[in-house]
């Protein structure tokens, strides 16, 4: 088991630097968690910055925010994602991004609209907009309980996006599309009237 936590920690960093590149995180902002055993996760730590992050920095800790082992405090959203374990117990990976096509749909509360055939096979459809909590607080993560509904992720009103999975591959791509879909729509609006599909 120690050798499998070790194997995730160091997934998490390559996951989260990889996030940082590609331009998923925007300074230390986003985190990443993996649920470990029904009421415990590793998840990123507050406020470090991607490029830095080392294995031993990732913090594992219960639902409840009970800290087990990691020297750093955990991500100010730690509530969030326990939220999301609580509420769905086959989500095992959760990912939180502050892409910037996704996040701009975020900021004006519009879901966004299942317009490539990604958005049917990968995200389950339209991706919708979570209410508006205060950062660090339970809420983020218990309004975007409804949202997540069915739904490979979410965004969250004026903060960013949650893309969630069985495991971290799952979220991460997911997270990916999210930003394609809301990137492709944006651009399809300038030449056009985008045309959303339902099904395959
Ligand atoms: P930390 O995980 O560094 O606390 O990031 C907070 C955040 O992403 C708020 O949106």
Redesign the pocket.
């Known amino acids: 088991m120690e050798q499998n936590l070790d194997i995730l920690r160091q997934e998490i960093v390559d996951k989260s630097l990889e996030a940082f590149r590609e331009g998923l ?1 925007s300074g ?4 990443m968690s993996c649920r470990v055993a029904p009421d415990e996760m590793l ?6 910055r991607y490029d830095v992050l080392r294995a031993q920095d990732i913090v594992r800790m219960k639902l409840d925010g009970t800290v087990l082992e990691g020297g750093l ?6 509530r969030m994602h326990a939220a999301v374990y609580k509420a769905y117990g086959e989500t095992n990976a959760v990912f ?1 991004t ?1 892409s910037p096509y996704a996040t701009a749909f975020a900021v004006v509360r519009k879901s966004i609209p299942a317009v490539l055939i990604e958005s049917c096979i990968f995200l389950g459809g339209d991706i919708r907009c979570a209410a508006y909590a205060a ?2 607080t339970e809420s983020v993560g218990t309004n975007a309980i409804p949202v997540l509904r069915d739904r490979g992720g979410c965004t ?1 009103a004026n ?2 996006v949650l893309a969630v999975g069985k495991d971290l591959a799952q979220a991460y791509l997911r997270a990916e599309y999210i930003e394609d879909v809301a990137k492709v729509y944006t651009f399809s609006k300038v030449l056009g009237t985008p045309v959303e599909i339902a099904s395959l």
């Open positions: 995180f230390t902002s986003g985190n998840i990123t730590p507050t406020s470090v405090q955990p991500s100010s959203e730690w939180h502050h950062p660090g969250l903060h960013g």
